[in-house]
């Protein structure tokens, strides 16, 4: 077995560390990702023929035991690591036209943001907007919680929240704080959305940012003078309280499954 030489730093802005299955996998299938090296076991080596014949990349071999000693015991790398430069970052203006964006307001843990980008992934939200402080970076661990996402969703870091909250309503966006006290049930609110009886301001037509807050703290004052709606998710048993993650993907699918209704609705209306 060849021995794991030491790859940049993870705290290198200018590569990135991407570690496990599915993160490896989507990242040798995006042609936009620039990889440098491949470090894999024999086994996640044969499990990824394809994509590496088709990069025309050859791995190193390592055993796991280079591996744990490069990533640590406690790191979930499922037998691989790849050194890759970041993806390009869009500019919050290149979303103008999206149809649905998620912004998290100083959400620090690196598991649920990467969590938080694999529901935008699966849900079709086109973007997660973080704030430059107290945000982790796009590293390893939130590309292995995104399992693949990370290639397929940007993430966009701004340095003042309230401010791009305020540029997105400029731009037509409805932008909906999820709060746990708040006045409205979210699929109440998406209900009204989608079924065109919204205010003529934010149409459906245009798009819908969902902003949720840290947990325990929730979304900061500025922030939320910043939405046009502050709603809950409405619950049923015993806790009355989502982690963060968890609540990004009852949203997303709150607002997926209003979308999807009124459009049904409105083909069948002669």
Do not use: Y
């Amino acid at each position: 077995m060849a021995r794991l030489d030491a790859p940049h730093s993870g705290r290198d802005k200018s590569h990135v560390e991407l570690f496990g299955r599915h993160a490896i996998e989507a990242a040798l299938r995006n042609p936009r990702r620039k990889i440098f090296a491949i470090w894999l076991t024999e086994n996640m080596a044969h499990r990824l023929a394809q994509p590496l014949q088709e990069r025309g990349l050859k791995p190193t071999i390592v055993s796991l035991r280079e591996l744990n000693k490069r990533l640590g015991p406690n790191t979930v790398h499922q037998g691989g690591l790849l050194h890759a430069a970041p993806l390009p970052i869009p500019k919050l203006c290149d979303l103008s036209k999206a149809a649905l964006l998620v912004a998290l307001d100083q959400v620090t843990d690196p598991h649920n943001v990467g969590a938080v980008l694999r529901s935008c992934a699966v849900f079709g939200a086109e973007g997660l907007i973080v704030t430059k402080r107290n945000s982790p970076l796009p590293s390893g661990v939130v590309a292995k919680a995104a399992s693949g996402a990370l290639e397929h969703v940007p993430i966009i870091p701004v340095t003042n929240l309230s401010r791009a909250l305020e540029a997105l309503g400029q731009a037509g966006f409805f932008r909906i704080g999820l709060d746990g006290t708040g006045p409205t049930a979210l699929e109440n609110l998406a209900r009204e959305h989608f079924s065109q009886t919204f205010p003529a301001h934010s149409s459906p037509s245009h798009g819908v940012v969902i902003i949720l807050g840290a947990e325990g703290k929730g979304l900061r004052r500025l922030t939320a003078e910043h939405c046009d709606a502050l709603c809950r998710i409405s619950t049923a048993g015993p806790l009355h309280s989502l982690n963060v993650s968890n609540a990004a993907a009852v949203a997303l699918h709150t607002l997926s499954t209003a979308r999807t209704t009124s459009s049904h609705l409105q083909t069948k209306t002669p």
